[in-house]
């Protein structure tokens, strides 16, 4: 799966690099910033690809009025702007460039926690409003104290590291590390309820999603030790800022050093008053902002946009279409064809019928698992019953909200490689497939075997009936007086069900032949 774009929007500062690599590649880029929605969805008409750094917000109307979108690259790491569900949906990839700020982010999380610690922001402002006041700026040594790090990923153990290095315990939690992974590198796994009496220091690393929405707040602040420090470069909104205000004034926190607000940039009232507190440290989003950040994450993201247009290489950034990747390798080019072919069939013996309700089992049987079948047989499925533009980014989400539910299970010792299909619903049937040559091959349908297999494409008619001997000679004098050219004949005997294979030279299926009804 090659995608060729040829314009492109950059709507944020993003560095030259990135621009001057796509435009080496042939593409035309334009570089806007600071649009307001009616400038963007004006500069957007004309482009296939547009590329945002965290001021843009990509929200669903703004996708909507984009008619050649097709991928939002995200230079750098979180997609909170982006409604990447709105995005999946219309079938635009998102891309992203993980890891390329992570260390610019760590670094900047190790500085304010170092200048927390010793009043390094106050004791500068102080002396430059005219004032010596050594003794009011008394800090705290970092060696000996407990750092929390919640959120284990990239930045969240990179911080971890670091701190160590100034003699600080290192607590942690992450819902996906274990204990041992994080004894491995110097962090003691905790839950929450351990960590909050025993840390001096909270940081946060985790991405800003339901779970970790406000998950320090007032009852969290009320479980940590007195005067705790709380440190946020990770998403505005993971800190409840107003929780975290009050604590301040009531000392139960003892300072804060926030890079992400809940508003960027702010305008709230609240929000400057938090920002003043004489122990706060606040920065405006400053995590990425490094030379060398910028230059990897312009540089990360024009190779993956440049690698679109090359079926095989790898795409890392992808977030939103996991099979991407799997879909863009050659050899599994038949395969994904097998899978439209045959969620197609399935589409057409359906013809008539909602989906809703009716569940899709896949087993590859006797391959690598083929993790993107499910994706193809939802494209085939999906075919003509939907005005979304369906493609391999959207059409399991359009399937689901369709009805249809598609589980995709794989059986490794079998010897033929097939792919199964089992439809279950008011109608149900099982369809079985392979590849041969390049091409789909239909082997079975229910009960019925086609002995050798048959050719399966959009131009293979299926009719169902009771009898052969009866049935064979009806098709073919229906085909014949409808002047349909076939090319090739099969049949399937099954206990309740004769089915009839023909190829035609013709791509448009009939519901009806000569009376016969067609699938
Ligand atoms: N301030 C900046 O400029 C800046 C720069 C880069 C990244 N970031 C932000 O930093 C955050 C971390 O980025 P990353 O690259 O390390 O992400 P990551 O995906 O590598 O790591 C996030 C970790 O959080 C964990 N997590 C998820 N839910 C959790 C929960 N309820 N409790 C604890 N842990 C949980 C995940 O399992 C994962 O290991 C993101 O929000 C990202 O957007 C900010
Ligand atoms: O998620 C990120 O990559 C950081 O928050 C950086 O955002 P920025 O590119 O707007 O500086």
Same mark, same amino acid.
């Given at each position: ?7 492109? #929007?950059?709507?944020? %500062? ?20 600071? #649009? ?170 985790? %991405? ?51 890079? @992400? ?22 920065? +405006? ?30 795409? %890392? ?155 064979? +000679?009806? @098709? ?44």
């Amino acid at each position: 799966m090659a995608i060729t774009l040829e314009r492109i #929007l950059i709507s944020d %500062p993003v560095d030259d690099v990135c621009a001057n690599l796509l435009r080496s590649a042939g593409l035309e880029v334009r570089q806007k910033n600071k #649009l307001t929605q009616e400038q963007l969805i004006q500069e957007l008409q004309d482009v296939e690809a547009l590329i945002v750094r965290s001021e843009t917000k990509v929200r669903a109307d703004i996708l909507a009025a984009a008619p050649k979108l097709r991928v939002v690259g995200r230079a750098g790491t979180g997609v909170d702007n982006i409604d990447v569900e709105a995005a999946t949906k219309k079938g635009i990839i998102v891309l992203n460039t993980p890891g390329g700020n992570s260390i610019s982010a760590c670094e900047l999380t190790c500085a304010l926690i170092v200048a927390l610690a010793r009043n390094v922001t106050s004791g500068c402002q102080s002396l430059k409003e005219g004032r010596w006041d050594r003794k009011l700026y008394t800090g705290e040594e970092l060696s000996g104290k407990t750092l929390a790090v919640l959120g284990l990923g990239r930045i969240g153990r990179e911080v971890a590291a670091r701190m160590k290095g100034f003699g600080m315990r290192i607590v942690g939690f992450d819902p996906i590390v274990t204990a041992e992974a994080a004894a491995a590198i110097g962090i003691e796994k905790m839950d929450l309820p351990q960590i909050w009496p025993v840390a001096d220091y909270v940081t946060v690393h985790t %991405p800003l999603i339901p779970q970790t929405k406000n998950l320090i707040n007032e009852d969290t602040l009320n479980k940590c030790k007195p005067g705790v420090k709380i440190v946020n470069v990770a998403r505005g909104g993971i800190v409840d800022e107003k929780a975290l205000h009050a604590a301040l004034k009531d000392g139960r926190c003892g300072g804060a050093a926030l890079d @992400v607000w809940t508003e960027e940039p702010p305008k709230s009232e609240w929000l400057y008053d938090l920002i003043k507190h004489p122990k706060v440290i606040a920065t +405006p989003h400053l995590g990425a902002s490094t030379v060398e950040a910028q230059k990897r994450v312009a540089v990360e993201m024009a190779e993956q946009i440049i690698s679109l247009a090359k079926p095989g290489e790898a795409i %890392p950034g992808v977030v939103n279409a996991p099979v991407l990747s799997a879909l863009r390798i050659p050899s599994n080019a038949a395969w994904i064809s097998l899978g439209r072919d045959l969620g197609n069939l399935v589409g057409r013996l359906y013809k008539g019928h909602s989906l809703s309700g009716v569940s899709v089992d896949i087993v590859t049987s006797g391959l690598d698992a083929l993790s993107f079948m499910r994706t193809a047989v939802s494209a085939g499925v999906m075919a003509g019953r939907t005005e979304n533009g369906l493609n391999l980014i959207n059409a399991v989400l359009l399937a689901n909200e369709a009805g249809v539910k598609i589980n995709q299970t794989h059986e490794p010792n079998s010897s033929q490689p097939i792919v199964t299909i089992k439809v279950t619903g008011k109608i149900s049937h099982t369809v079985s497939g392979t590849t041969r040559g390049g091409e789909s091959w239909l082997l079975s349908l229910d009960d019925a075997n086609f002995t050798s297999g048959v050719a399966l494409g959009p131009n293979t008619l299926l009719f169902q009936g009771t009898n052969a001997d009866v049935d064979c +000679p009806n @098709v073919i004098g229906a085909l014949v007086k409808n002047d349909v050219m076939v090319t090739n004949m099969a049949v399937a005997r099954g206990k309740s069900a004769v089915w009839i294979a023909v190829q035609t030279h013709s791509t448009v299926i009939s519901p009806e032949i000569g009376g016969l009804k067609t699938y």
